[in-house]
């Protein structure tokens, strides 16, 4: 037992080390942070009405709301020591006369005075041009990310793939980008033909894999919620996916796996709230809370964002004000419905593009659409919301076989899917039967697969738009008429409007 004493002397040492230890990572406190978040802004800077479920109007949004609140919540977290993170998941641009008229750039202003720390490119991003997209890019204070968009002569990126933010000496947040692959099909093609968008599944867990041991890592992605529960399924570590493009409210939270989907609707409708937690002794980072703030008229606003819109707001000329008729039943082009189904304001741009064009059939997609169109005055502002796009009216020619194969191709999407490809038509009638076109007829006759048809539809289409191939081989006949003059003459000829739906679309 000569070696007792040495036993009871290492026994108590290690006991010792053991107590230290422990000690010591008790008094690890956990590292945490917030993250702020919104997407599908659409050029919404200023508050606007929708109607709610009891038929009353209410105004929400408005990014200075948007950004005295994160503001407050920064401010809040500062005291505590807690880094407050504000990050934008796509779709900043084209909805408003603000944000059409001056191509974005009060869009970037505002979050430049946001102090926005990293957004992910959306698809609409590019719908003033390539040239734009990369002048905004400059005046952007913050990182604009995407790790699947390339230039298509040299396979490098357009963007950085992710940005990261130091939360300690040994940790970092990390926020990865990703762009849907729909940017090549959703966007003028001429405006993205320079680009290539890669498979987001195959970017994220390669940026992923580089970041991983780093801490916490974050894809910022505007792709829609089936691509984002891929990335999930394959990349189980990521801490969340903030996500945008479906212009969904995700509540309750979509979870895939161990990881979280988020996504705060549309328009600045709401400002995403999610806390994280990490424990500094082994790494592990939880999501401990998160919730949806609705932007009410309640909120105050922060006065140099307010100060910037409003500059921008009395620059817009007064001719956006001018009152140019009278509506009298709403345009329904609330994007549940005109993407699914007839609806009257479908019919009726429609129908404006037959008549003004002689064309035996006209068709428009659902996505060109952005806005209804209330009952009463109508002014020039409110028609550029319901048309943002500059797109012409162009002819083509299609055999009857051609036609059929565009209406099937309309129709293949759910109602959830929200398909911008569901085209609203004028001189057609057809039944939907699943994810088929039957009993079409043209001006009152039966569809002749052998006849050719004059055929009106905008540029975006003739070059490819919403997955229209058969477009692309055709010789489109520029007519010089933009779509949505055509719409302004109209209303402004007319006086009073009073559209309707005539059942030219039933779905069996």
């Known amino acids: 037992m000569r070696n007792l004493p040495r036993l009871l002397v290492l026994f108590a040492t290690i006991t010792l080390i053991s107590v230290s230890v422990s000690h010591s990572h008790a008094t690890l406190k956990p590292i945490k942070a917030t993250l702020l978040f919104f997407n599908d802004l659409h050029g919404h800077l200023l508050p606007f009405k929708v109607t709610m479920p009891d038929g009353t109007t209410a105004e929400v949004g408005g990014i200075a709301r948007i950004a005295e609140l994160a503001k407050s919540l920064e401010n809040e977290n500062a005291r505590q020591g807690i880094p407050t993170f504000i990050l934008v998941a796509g779709d900043i641009l084209q909805g408003t006369p603000m944000s059409t008229v001056f191509m974005g750039k009060p869009d970037i202003e505002a979050l430049n005075l946001i102090g926005v720390d990293a957004m992910t490119v959306g698809n609409h991003e590019f719908d003033f041009g390539l040239d734009n997209f990369l002048a905004l890019k400059k005046l952007a204070h913050f990182p ?99 996500g945008g493009h479906d212009q969904l409210l995700f509540e309750p939270v979509r979870e895939v796996g161990p990881v979280r989907i988020f996504q705060a609707f549309e328009k600045g409708k709401y400002l995403g709230r999610l806390d994280l937690e990490l424990d500094p002794a082994t790494g592990a980072v939880t999501v401990t809370s998160w919730q949806y703030l609705p932007i009410t008229a309640d909120l105050p606003d922060d006065p140099a964002v307010a100060k910037l819109v409003a500059g921008y707001h009395q620059q817009l000329d007064a ?190």
């Open 144 to 242: 604009i990310i995407s790790s699947n968009i390339i230039w298509k002569d040299t396979g490098k990126l357009v963007n950085r793939p992710s940005v990261s933010f130091p939360l300690s000496k040994k940790f970092r947040l990390t926020v990865i980008g990703a762009t849907t692959q729909e940017l090549l099909v959703t966007t003028k093609p001429e405006n993205v033909s320079a680009l290539a968008a890669l498979d987001p599944l195959d970017t994220v867990r390669a940026e992923y894999d580089r970041a991983k041991k780093s801490g916490p890592v974050i894809l910022l992605s505007h792709c829609r919620f089936q691509s984002d529960r891929a990335v999930a399924e394959a990349v189980p570590g990521l801490t969340a996916i903030i």
């Open 319 to 508: 001719r956006f004000k001018e009152v140019i008729g009278e509506n009298r039943t709403a345009l329904d082009g609330e994007r549940e419905r005109i993407r699914y189904e007839e609806t009257n304001l479908g019919d009726f741009v429609a129908d404006i593009m037959r008549e003004f064009t002689g064309a035996e059939v006209a068709l428009i997609n659902a996505g060109a659409l952005r806005s209804s169109l209330d009952a009463g005055p109508v002014t020039l502002e409110e028609v550029f919301k319901v048309m943002p796009y500059s797109n012409e009216v162009v002819m083509v020619d299609l055999t009857g076989a051609e036609l059929l194969q565009v209406l099937t191709r309309s129709v293949q999407g759910e109602r959830a899917d929200e398909d911008g490809g569901f085209l609203h038509v004028s001189g057609v009638r057809f039944k939907i039967n699943g994810k088929g076109a039957e009993e079409v007829t043209v001006n009152g006759r039966p569809l002749d697969p052998a006849q050719t048809y004059k055929v009106a539809i905008t540029d975006f289409m003739a070059s490819g738009g919403d997955g229209y191939a058969v477009f692309k081989t055709k010789t489109a006949a520029p007519t010089g008429n933009p779509l949505r003059e055509l719409i302004v003459e109209t209303i402004r000829q007319k006086k009073v409007i009073d559209a309707g739906t005539d059942g030219r679309i039933e779905r069996q």
